[in-house]
Each structure stands twice: as structure tokens, then as C-alpha cells.
């Protein structure tokens, strides 16, 4: 009887899960860099409160866009307060045996302030336990 109604809970709370699931999105918003305060560029996003984000055309200009996330962190944040916030809950979920993605974005390019310098691909040989360069197969 214990292990029926185990079950038949273990299954409402999937099923209850499953209906509460949703794409969540963040934004962090980054400091000028060295060459944008060089150059004296203005900063031109905003972030209003832990959820909301303003940006503008120029520094000066009245044509605003307001923008709505589940979460937004300013340049001030801290690669450790954006984990705590967006990837230990997923730990927890996939921990929990439900699948989660945290999708990675693309690096600023070079001329935008990125970095100038590529990484290798690498893949890890089980045999060696060594990870090696990932080279095309001839």
C-alpha cells in the first residue's frame, strides 16, 4: 500500500513539474571596457531594478526601449552572484533527475571588446585519461 501511493505521489509531482516547466531568461549587463572609457563612450543600458532593463539610442536620446527578463544583473554583479541565481537551481534540478539546458552565448568579437585570442577544441580520451587536441578526421 506504502509503496502504491509512493509511486502515485512521485508521479503527481512529475506531472505537476511538467506543467510548471518554462524557458527563464537573464541578462547581464556588462562594464565599459578599457578602450570604451578610453574613447569616453556612454553607457547606454540601463539596469532599472532586478528585472528590468532600459536602453537608448545615445546618452541624450528620449526614444527608449524598456525590456523585461526573469532576472538582470548590472555591471556591477559578480560571476559568482550570477551562478548562485542562474546555475545552482539547475544543478539541483538535474541532480533531481530532470533535464536542463543553459545555453552558452557567443563571445563579444574582437572588435567589440571580445578577446583576440582562440581556444582549441579539446576532447577527453578515456583510454589515456588525458584530454588532447580534437583534430579532423582524414
Known sequence: M??????RLQLQQQQARKSNQNIQVYVRVRPLNPRERCI???????????REILTRHTLDSKLTKKFTFDRSFGPASKQCDVYAVVVSPLIEEVLSGYNCT????????????GRTSSHSKRHYNPTTNVAEEARPIQ
Open 2 to 7: 506504502d509503496t502504491s501511493n509512493n509511486v
Open 102 to 113: 543553459l545555453p552558452r552565448p557567443k563571445q563579444t568579437p574582437p572588435h567589440l571588446g
Open 40 to 50: 569616453r563612450s556612454a553607457e547606454v543600458v540601463d539596469v532599472l531594478n532586478p
